[in-house]
């Protein structure tokens, strides 16, 4: 009991439990939408569907730069018990981020006859729904900053379950109804909405009329923004560009079959960023108070490596067995490939793990290393696509690569201490 007492008294575990659970609901949930729209929409229109979510991915880049950094300075003031300073931020992130995203919506929204030539889309309105639901997330992303931050993981992952389960209801019945692609992006927006209210009810004490100064320099925040944002650029890049190219380059049928692929690998990654999210804010703010903190890489180095070793044993013996069940006979041809894409987001999840870590302790100059890899993926994928394994083993290549140098990196850091 005692043991048990000790264990679940270490924040890291403990949170990570909590953010385990609740994330794992919504990502069985955000599985579950993508089973059942591979299934309802087949591999062809399911490839359009996938494409599009890999580029939404890459339309939040400078979102997710942003909930990392606001994650960052929060949890370094909530160290120091600095919540005027917190009431600050919010106030200014919330005002000074719309200006951007409304340029940022007009720029792409010029930009649609191209992405739709791109994709080979028959239709704008799915690109609109995208980006849509991409302002919503801009919001929700800085409301789910402010909960990870201060450490609020149950009502973080309680607004992951609700979005999901809003996404899961909307998105079925009007793919039933006919509405196909169209109907499956409509439920990520009202997924989106929802998720968004029920955040601000956690946060509601932010908006109370109390001095608000932000003792914060904009220097200090740009020299940590822009490799955050480079971080996030190349780590986005590394598992959506992939899905994007090989939509443009191989046949919709075969874009089908690698969009599946990606998604199962994906597991990997989504049972492993629970970890890094609550690994994050913690070693962010032992840093920031001068309290030992190496002890939490290694026990998330265990936690991930033991995560993706048991993943990758799983997609190598049951690979047939995992498509059909999950997808159907109809995605069998991607068999072969399921075992070496689980060696692929296995790379990437250590790797994010890593980068992570030093962005925490403010070393960003590692952020180059998958920024380089990142780069390189896409200019061989551009060069060498004539079939699926091709393009997996050039990012398992590369992975391995950028693994290997941030371990050395690490290592290198810890010998000069």
Not at 198 to 207: D, G, K, S
Not at 257 to 263: D, M, P, R, T
Request: hydrophobic letters at 55%; aromatic letters at 16%.
């Amino acid at each position: 009991m005692k043991m048990f007492k000790k264990i679940f008294s270490n924040q890291l575990i403990s949170g990570s439990l909590a953010m385990t659970i609740g994330t794992g609901i919504a990502g069985v949930g955000n599985y579950l939408y993508h089973l059942l729209m591979g299934r309802m929409l087949g591999p062809t229109d399911y490839g359009i569907l996938a494409s599009l979510i890999s580029l939404s991915y890459l339309l939040s880049i400078p979102t997710a730069t942003l909930n990392l950094v606001l994650v960052k300075f929060v949890s370094a003031f909530k160290g120091k018990k600095d919540f005027n300073a917190i009431r600050g931020l919010f106030k200014v992130s919330a005002q000074k981020i719309l200006p951007f995203v409304l340029v940022f919506l007009l720029i792409f929204l010029i930009l649609t006859p191209f992405i739709i030539s791109f994709l080979h889309l028959n239709s704008s309105l799915p690109f609109i729904l995208v980006l849509l639901a991409f302002f919503i997330s801009v919001f929700l992303t800085i409301n789910r900053a402010f909960l990870q931050g201060l450490l609020r993981f149950g009502y973080f992952s309680f607004s992951s379950i609700l979005e999901i389960f809003l996404k899961l209801s909307v998105a079925i019945p009007l793919v039933i109804w006919g509405f196909k692609v169209n109907g499956a992006l409509f439920g990520f927006l009202v997924g989106g909405i929802f998720g968004y209210l029920f955040t601000l009810i956690p946060l509601r004490w932010l908006f109370e009329k109390k001095n608000q100064k932000l003792k914060m320099g904009k220097k200090k925040i740009l020299s940590f923004t822009l490799p955050v944002f480079f971080s996030t650029l190349a780590f986005t890049s590394l598992y959506t560009s992939d899905v994007v190219l090989v939509r443009h380059f191989l046949p919709g049928q075969e874009s089908g079959f690698y969009a599946a692929l990606a998604l199962l690998g994906k597991i990997i990654f989504f049972a492993t960023s629970p970890i890094v999210a609550v690994s994050f804010p913690l070693i962010s703010e032992r840093h920031a108070i001068g309290v030992r903190y190496r002890h939490l890489l290694w026990t998330s180095l265990g936690l991930v490596g033991g995560i993706c070793f048991l993943a990758m044993t799983v997609y190598f013996l049951f690979p047939s067995f995992l498509i059909k069940i999950l997808y159907g006979s109809q995605y069998l041809p991607a068999v072969p490939f399921l075992g070496i894409f689980a060696v692929f987001l296995s790379l990437y999840s250590l790797s994010f793990l890593f980068v992570n870590f030093f962005l925490s302790i403010g070393r960003v100059k590692t952020v180059i290393l998958p920024v380089v890899a990142g780069i390189f993926q896409i200019i061989f994928i551009c060069f060498f696509h004539q079939n699926l394994r091709q393009i997996i083993f050039i990012s398992v290549a590369l992975l391995a690569l950028l693994l290997v140098s941030l371990l050395l990196y690490c290592l290198q850091a810890i010998k000069k201490n």
